[in-house]
């Protein structure tokens, strides 16, 4: 499928003034924050194959600078960027990776392969919190894209969650060899410039660029600056950690030729309630996360369904991936299914995904799947607390300790939604490794402002076929 590039305001002011490195308003946007929650969902990995692959240092900063590459073809006004950010690329260079004798062979190959799962997991990432979170700030906070992507980057910086900054790596002749292969040509010193922006301006730059960012959207974006790391706000950047980690295990059983289920993870992720039973609330929203691109002309009102206890239907409007607008024949990693009618309050619903969803790169899913959640109580009402059970609930819970649980797998018949890691989304550190509290992180406001740093950024993309 080929998917033509679209810059916003920002990503054009960006492309133009990186070469002249004007004086300019310090702008950075969301790209520390793919690179975390990327390392945060890596470091949450369930003990296994997945996590002993990414035990070795080089292969999880591959993953990470991964995660900034879709990104950089913003930095030089290349539509590579766009193409990278979607599921008929990850799939076109997981099959080239596939036809290679031994895609783990050597350590290069798991450079490789690692640095699939970071532009893969990047582009989860903004389908995700463009598809849900971004609604609540534009609900809530009246503000939009051009703020929340650089603001939550000065966030991170100005709370001390930044920690990871991974060194420049670039498999670039394989990447130039797969955008090849879907239309678009490409230099690998084209690529090597766009990411070295990047690493140099948005990663390496972050102490220069965060107290500007911070200062300058934290009173814009007042509700985001509380809930951007709220592990119970759909979207936020915590809550991508458990969908991201998911979405890593399912590519991992690609990469081995092996079947993963369709869906990797769902909100609510129970035992968490649905938050809203208000139709008129983006909280009263479901949304169902795959581990694979899907073709949204498959997903459609017949194929994906709610109903209540007794078994009717409940009234919704089925969305897809915030910039496929619906149509047919563009892909998504996710549903959303919006109540048109309020709910019932401290009830039980099942949202369900039958068989038949067609594949980015063909085949159709064999398996239903399906999930059951409780809306919240009812005002005044007395009824089990909204998150009972939650092995994370009021506490900084170590990466170490989660996972598992009855949250363990994603998808299959009435599983529930959880992927491994889940509960590392609700440490008092992200990532749940290191504790952001004392003095275990680096985002100390020390660094002088530089006003005349270039403008930067934008993980946005605009799809249009
Ligand atoms: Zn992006």
């Not at 463009?130 to 991170?156: A, I, K, N």
């Not at 996360?289 to 009717?312: I, P, Q, T, Y």
Request: with cysteine.
């Amino acid at each position: 499928m080929q998917q033509a590039t679209a810059h916003t305001r920002l990503g054009r002011l960006a492309a133009l003034l990186f070469p002249l490195v004007l004086a300019a308003p310090a702008h950075a946007h969301g790209i520390n924050g793919h690179v975390h929650v990327t390392g945060w969902a890596i470091e949450s990995l369930p003990e296994g194959p997945l996590q002993a692959f990414f035990a070795e240092p080089e292969v999880f900063d591959a993953a990470l600078i991964g995660a900034a590459f879709p990104d950089s073809g913003y930095a030089t006004d290349d539509p590579y960027g766009e193409l990278a950010h979607w599921p008929p690329f990850t799939h076109a260079l997981l099959e080239h990776l596939l036809a290679g004798e031994a895609p783990f062979a050597t350590l290069e190959d798991r450079k490789v392969a690692a640095f699939l799962m970071g532009i893969a997991a990047h582009g989860l990432q903004d389908e995700l919190f463009d598809s849900v979170f971004l609604h609540q700030v534009e609900h809530r906070d009246g503000q939009g894209q051009d703020e929340v992507d650089p603001g939550t980057d000065g966030f991170l910086w100005a709370d001390g969650h930044l920690r990871f900054r991974p060194p420049l790596y670039l498999p670039g002749e394989t990447l130039a060899t797969v955008f090849d292969a879907q239309g678009h040509e490409v230099t690998v010193e084209s690529m090597e410039l766009g990411l070295r922006r990047v690493k140099f301006l948005v990663i390496d730059n972050i102490e220069a660029l965060g107290p500007n960012l911070d200062a300058m959207y934290r009173p814009l974006l007042p509700w985001t600056a509380a809930h951007y790391l709220d592990p119970d706000v759909p979207g936020s950047l915590r809550a991508e950690i458990p969908a991201t980690a998911a979405y890593l295990e399912a590519i991992w059983a690609r990469l081995h030729r092996e079947a993963s289920p369709l869906v990797g993870y769902a909100w609510p992720a129970p035992p968490r309630r649905l938050r809203s039973v208000d139709a008129s609330l983006v909280d009263a929203w479901v949304t169902v996360v795959f581990g694979a691109g899907a073709v949204v002309g498959s997903l459609n009102e017949e194929r994906v369904a709610w109903v209540d206890e007794a078994g009717d239907p409940v009234p919704f409007e089925l969305h897809h991936t915030r910039w496929s607008f619906s149509r047919p024949m563009a892909n998504t990693r996710l549903v959303q299914l919006r109540p048109t009618r309020d709910l019932v309050p401290d009830h039980a619903y099942t949202v369900s995904v039958a068989e038949g969803v067609e594949l980015v790169g063909g085949g159709r899913t064999e398996e239903r799947w399906s999930y059951t959640f409780r809306t919240p109580c009812a005002p005044g009402v007395e009824c089990a607390p909204p998150d009972a059970g939650a092995p994370d609930e009021g506490a900084a819970v170590d990466a170490g300790e989660a996972g598992g649980g009855a949250d363990a797998g994603p998808g299959g018949e009435g599983a529930g939604p959880g992927g491994g890691g889940a509960d590392a989304a609700t440490s008092g550190d992200p990532g749940g490794a290191e504790a952001s509290g004392g003095d275990g992180c680096q985002g100390v406001p020390v660094a002088p402002v530089m006003p005349w740093w270039p403008a930067l950024l934008a993980r946005r993309r605009r799809r249009r076929r």
